[in-house]
């Protein structure tokens, strides 16, 4: 029988060839300029196999940037280099959308010409910031006044109506990992008393007011998706009942007819706790994408568990660009090598072959 991970769906305005998501993953490789070039033009062509790439997490403005040679998509020359992007992937039948990214406390002094990062808070995120001068603990932030929300949102927008230029087939709002969105989302980080902190209500203000904004600069809400990750904990975004707030936030997402909700469903020792998305998927009833640490076995099972309409898959998509043929073979699958996750060059980047690519070779030695 073939896998249901192989079979075509439709995430609101998207249509995918498979339910193989690529996941966002941010490889640092685009230069001081945050401008994609060549090389991530074939990075990407060579995972068009996907049925939906989320780009690498993207700046929407320098104000959002945490990392050393992460791309943005605030100015010209970003709009163009991703244009050649989009154009690789769609050239070999593939679908992008970008991913957008303000990383907010999760960021270093050294990006930001005023030395601060800014969040929900004024406390420091636990975590590190890839900076010129290697790993460094993450700067305190300023707490964003009430009166700067409409910035942040315009910001968004700006990002999107960019996105769209640059030929992306829709956008993903970074809502996950503990950025931005996730510090106003979760009450561990968010201490605020205005309208943007305390109750579940005001806490997921900002992320709905940034959607609204980012459908009506795409014009549907079909080429819209959001990527959640609450209850992982990450960067210190912890939150004493993400069951309510991942319900409460179904619902409006619900409302709003989103292409797709794409969850990082948390694994602990004790293995996969599917209680969060119980909770997310007790309001949102719309397409719906499940993320970490799935094999195409175990997502497979999970689609045809009805768990999940559409699986990303990560480092394994790292070290296989061809993932979906792979599977369709039953070819094994290469193990990704941490150590050029991040940093400069082709190594580890554009150098994993495909299947075809091996066979060749080693018909040919
Ligand atoms: C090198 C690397 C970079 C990542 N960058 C991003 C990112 O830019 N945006 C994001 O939402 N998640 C990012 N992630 C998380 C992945 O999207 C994914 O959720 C995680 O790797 C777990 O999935 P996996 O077990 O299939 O690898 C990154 C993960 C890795 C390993």
Redesign the pocket.
Known sequence: MTSPLLSPVTLGALDLKNRFVM?????TRTGEARVPGAMNAEYYRQRAGAGLI?S??TAITPEAVGYQW?PGLWNDEQVAGWRTVTEAVHAEGGRIVA?L?HVGRVSHSSFHADGMPVSSTDTAAEAKSFTAGGYVDTSVPRRLRADEMPRVVADFRRATVNAVAAGFDGVEV?A??GYLLEQFLADGVNDRDDSYGGSVENRVRLTLEVLDAVVAATGSAGTVGI?L?LGNGTAGTTDSDPAAVLAHLGAELDRRGLAYVHY?EP?GESGRDTALTAALRSTWTGPFVL????TPETGAAAVAEGRADAV???????SNPDLPERHRVGADLTE?D?ST??GEGAQGYTSYPAVTDQERDSTAA
């Not at 996941?23 to 490889?27: E, F, G, K, Q, S």
């Not at 993320?291 to 799935?294: D, L, P, W």
């Open positions: 996941a966002p993953l941010t490889r989320v690498e997490a992460t991913q990214w970074h996950a990992n990527r990750s990082v694994v993320a970490q640490g799935f990303a898959f990560g480092r394994a998509f790292i990704a941490p996750f991040y």
